[in-house]
């Protein structure tokens, strides 16, 4: 039997549920996008000329993914930092979202004075913690939700919450176009894709056990596109923190101008690197070319690589669908690694020693 169809051993790594969690996701979803209907806001906040979303770790998750879909369909400029400070540009013609999972992320909430100074048009998505507090005191309207379905309480796993969080309110606001009818129809689609990946469907079967067992012993080098850009930052980060498995991302067609004259050496990248092209059908033409030529010239320099096919109609159903692909992906990785996939022993240490 192989390690990742033993679900006894699996379940022996598995010691805080990441694994209810990730087959959640759908449910997630569905719950942030029936509650963000019901939350009232100013109708000044529809009047701004751009964008600014905050958010570290897990909780900035979201807004990668929703930058990359809605590229080609977003009005306005829509800023994506990770930050202390407050870039330049905001001022009162600005939506301002801070998300937290947990409500206290230092970074984001040292910036909300600033915001308010600025007359920034504030909202806030979190669980709990000081942002909590403060959205429900009225200082600004925001998304408090009550992570029913992510019982391993990692914002990574919760990715449904802040992603389709801040998708359902800026969808209110009509910065972005999206309706029940498709919402249900993907969270559908989503469920079915989780039955293909769940541990009792064997490895000859899962797509995301094969690819774990292939990235087993080498760093993951994620490449996507267009609309999986997203998808390529998430994944690493994935495998970074779910499988304590250093992993790294380019996008195409960029690194066609840099990374492919690098990859030669050091001469341990044969045996190190492992290539995960993620890939579309829904791609531009010339892109869907370069995907292949680049897997060429990667094979040419004797590394190994997988393709993974994203199924789905339209770039947000393929974007959810490869969260949850690599959720289950990250997850059995961690078990070939032996570790425990909810840990993050190197985050609490930092996080411990800060409060120095």
Not at 158 to 169: E, H, V
Not at 188 to 202: G, I, M, Q
Not at 220 to 247: D, M, R, T, W, Y
Request: proline share 4%; net charge positive.
């Amino acid at each position: 039997m192989h390690q990742l169809d033993n679900l006894a051993a699996i379940g022996r790594l598995d010691r805080e549920n990441m694994l209810e969690s990730v087959a959640l996701f759908p449910r997630q979803l569905e719950q942030a996008w029936q509650e963000t209907k019901k939350i009232k806001l100013p109708p000044a906040y529809k009047k701004v000329n751009k964008i600014v979303i905050n958010g570290m770790g897990g909780s900035g998750l979201g807004t990668h993914l929703i930058r990359s879909v809605y590229f080609k369909d977003l009005k306005l400029p829509l800023g994506n930092i990770h930050s202390y400070d407050l870039p330049g540009l905001v001022d009162k013609q600005t939506l301002y979202i801070i998300s937290s999972y947990s409500g206290t992320t230092e970074e984001p909430l040292n910036t909300i004075k600033e915001a308010q100074q600025r007359g920034a048009k504030l909202l806030g998505i979190t669980s709990g913690g000081e942002l909590a507090e403060l959205i429900e005191a009225s200082q600004f309207p925001g998304y408090v939700f009550v992570p029913q379905y992510n019982p391993c309480a990692q914002p990574r796993i919760g990715l449904g919450y802040s992603l389709m969080g801040i998708l359902g309110l800026l969808s209110r606001l009509g910065f972005i176009k999206v309706n029940d009818q498709e919402v249900h129809r993907i969270i559908e689609r989503l469920d079915r894709l989780a039955k293909e990946l769940v541990p009792k469907t064997s490895l000859n079967h899962n797509d995301a056990k094969q690819l774990a067992d292939q990235l087993y012993g080498h760093i993951p080098i994620i490449v996507a596109a267009e609309f999986l850009s997203g998808n390529a930052h998430v994944l690493a980060n994935q495998f970074n923190e779910s499988a304590k498995n250093f992993s790294a991302y380019f996008l195409i067609s960029e690194l066609n101008h840099h990374l492919l004259e690098g990859l030669a050496r050091p001469g341990s990248n044969r045996k190190n690197l492992h290539f995960v092209f993620l890939k579309s059908r829904l791609y531009n033409s010339r892109q869907q070319k370069r995907f292949i030529i680049t897997a060429d010239i990667v094979k040419q320099n004797k590394l190994s690589f997988s393709d993974y096919l994203v199924a789905g109609d339209s770039p947000l159903e393929q974007a959810l669908a490869m969260v949850l692909f690599g959720s289950y992906a990250s997850f059995y990785l961690a078990v070939l690694n032996g570790t425990d996939p909810s840990a993050i022993p190197y985050v609490d240490y930092l996080k411990k020693q800060l409060r120095h």
